[in-house]
């Protein structure tokens, strides 16, 4: 980077490049959603067959092209208006100081010199004589010239020098972005096929990584999400960005954009599936990396009279320096390829698209995956897990939002459902040792309710949706917590299994009077054993829970064919079309448990 360099640079046409760039990522991002939301479910839908099978698999990868072509040129795009935006300041700078100096009719040289003529006579009697500045100087040196210029018997030189230094600080300026920005541009390509693997979303996230550092002063320029904003304030910061601002935004923090409530579902969508396939390719070739575990686990050993099964120390070894790591690897892939199958369900059954509104594979772990778009829906549905819920297990239980998402939708009168998987909380891992305490449900309370509030901010909707929470087990005691911690966004709850809410009346629960809805099905141990960790307590009584009489919740039934603690969305079940009936508005159809004989129960 040089004067002449830095003054023919044709900033206009990098911001062309990106927005041709932009262009590209938004029609791959149509593209991908054509092929998964439209096509191949249309196809399903009306036609059968090993044939249409295979097609369905292969229009599969072309849309997982199309997502790669979409996140790495909303990158580029991204890199080169962060460019610009690093380089205009530069540019202005020495068009400026280049313009000052042909006023004065000073010279600037090829190498940012500043020659000025001799000025008038010297009060002092010596003439003042021509001569040349250059800004290549330290600071101090600077200020020691800038005194001298006081001084000097020629004014000019104090006005060449200031503008020599301008000239050489903008081209540093300019080298200095060029320097950064020219690597981080080069590293944006990708393999020359159309198999995008692993290796090449990890690659992604690196590419993503780079950027970011280097574009950290353009996005602070932006308009930053208001600090610990609500969801209607972060709808409004949303709303209020052009759409360049939320092309950056999307490419530079998708893990940022994906998790803030309040913004579209589309957007949270776009987002989280950028940061979900960068996370899948970069936790697979790790764990590629990772020695297999020896296949001679255990060996026996004799202690005393009878022999005991133990870990081989070949096992021991491998387990100490790679067992965490390989586990959470494991069981985080395992808990992606849920999702990513459902994704790829659409159009199944009738299954609507799927939108993914919250991922992190961080610990235990975060998801949150709807049935259809939120924000357009008429009847919306939560569902929050319970213990031992986490990333590895979410495919069960977006395998009952999907069982719902069906029964609501055949009851809903034709008006469009959407069941949503809320796994935004570190739940219980442990029956015994972790489910007893309330903190977890205390710590995710919170981020339930945000969420809530966020799919009243970003509804588009003609009027406010039904909305319903749904908790099984553990999750119903997050949304107790929830309901007593602040305002629940819900017009009814559904507990099923349910060892406590953390209030002793169904009233406490913050929602119309006689829209708390419970299930407990034969053989389900928890509500009773629950019960002492997690009931309410009030003059009635200590440790009430929904099961109980006195709680005033709607007892539903569960149907003869469901039993124990896990099988409340049981397809064709009485349980699951109970559900569906409070998830669609028809509350009243509902069949409930007739009242108990209360003398016998008070023997």
């Not at 020098?161 to 981080?184: G, L, S």
Request: aromatic residues 8%; glycine residues 10%.
């Amino acid at each position: 980077m040089d004067i002449e360099a830095l003054k023919t640079l044709k900033l206009h046409e990098f911001e062309e490049a990106a927005t041709g760039y932009r262009s590209t990522s938004d029609m791959a991002s149509q593209a991908k959603d054509a092929l998964e939301q439209r096509i191949t479910a249309q196809m399903q839908k009306a036609l059968k067959g090993v044939a249409v099978d295979a097609a369905v698999v292969q229009l599969r990868e072309v849309a997982k092209d199309f997502h790669y072509v979409q996140v790495e040129c909303g990158l580029v795009g991204t890199a080169l208006k962060a460019f610009v935006a690093d380089v205009r300041p530069a540019q202005k700078k020495l068009e400026q100081a280049l313009s000052e100096a042909a006023e004065h009719k000073f010279t600037v040289g090829a190498d940012g010199s500043v020659s000025y003529p001799a000025a008038g006579e010297n009060p002092g009697g010596s003439p003042p004589q021509p001569g040349a500045a250059k800004g290549t100087l330290s600071e101090p040196a600077r200020g020691i010239l800038r005194q001298a210029g006081n001084i000097d018997p020629n004014p000019n030189y104090k006005i060449a020098q200031d503008i020599a230094n301008r000239i050489t600080e903008a081209v540093n300026e300019a080298t200095e972005a060029d320097q950064k920005w020219a690597p981080q541009v080069r590293k944006l390509k990708a393999d020359d096929d159309l198999v995008v693997s692993a290796d090449d979303w990890a690659d992604a996230g690196k590419d993503m990584e780079g950027v970011r550092g280097a574009g950290q002063h353009y996005l602070d320029s932006l308009p930053q999400p208001p600090k610990d904003g609500s969801p209607q304030a972060n709808a409004d910061w949303w709303k209020g960005l052009d759409a360049d601002q939320q092309a950056a935004w999307i490419s530079l923090r998708p893990d940022a954009v994906g998790a803030i409530d309040g913004l579209p579902a589309t957007v949270r969508d776009e987002a989280n599936r950028a940061v979900f396939d960068e996370k899948r390719g970069n936790y697979q070739m790790t764990l590629n990396g990772i020695p297999k575990p020896p296949a001679n686990e255990w060996t026996w050993i004799t202690a005393g009279m009878y022999p005991s099964k133990v870990h081989t120390d070949e096992w021991m070894a491998w387990d100490k320096k790679y067992g965490d790591q390989y586990r959470h690897l494991t069981n985080s892939l395992k808990g992606m390829e849920s999702i990513q199958k459902r994704f790829d369900a659409t159009g199944q059954n009738n299954l609507p698209e799927a939108y993914l509104l919250g991922f992190g594979p961080e610990g235990n772990g975060r998801a949150i995956v709807a049935n259809g778009n939120p924000d357009t829906a008429a009847h919306q549905a939560v569902y929050v897990p319970g213990t031992t819920s986490n990333l590895g297990s979410i495919g069960g239980d977006i395998g009952r939002m999907e069982n719902v998402w069906r029964t609501a939708t055949d009851a809903a009168d034709g008006k469009p459902v959407s069941t949503i998987t809320w796994l935004g909380y570190d739940a219980p891992q442990d029956i015994v040792k972790d489910s007893p305490f309330s903190h977890y449900a205390n710590d995710g309370a919170p981020a339930f309710n945000r969420f809530m509030d966020g799919l009243d901010a970003s509804h588009t909707g003609d009027s406010d949706p039904h909305r319903t929470a749904i908790g099984h087990s553990y999750g119903t005691t997050l949304i107790g917590s929830a309901a007593r911690q602040g305002d629940l966004n819900a017009d009814d709850i559904i507990t099923a299994g349910s060892p406590g809410v953390q209030v002793p009346k169904a009233e406490q629960l913050d929602v119309p009077k006689g829209h708390v809805w419970n299930q407990e099905a034969d053989g389900d141990p928890v509500p009773d054993i629950g019960r002492f960790g997690h009931g309410g307590t009030d003059w009635d009584g200590p440790w009430r829970i929904p099961s109980d009489e006195v709680f005033g919740a709607n007892q539903m039934t569960t149907g003869s064919n469901v039993s124990g603690h896990s099988e409340y969305w049981k397809e064709g079940s009485e349980s699951l079309r109970n559900q569906g009936l409070v998830v669609a508005g028809h509350s009243q159809d509902v069949t409930l448990k007739p009242p108990p004989n209360r003398w016998e129960h008070m023997r």
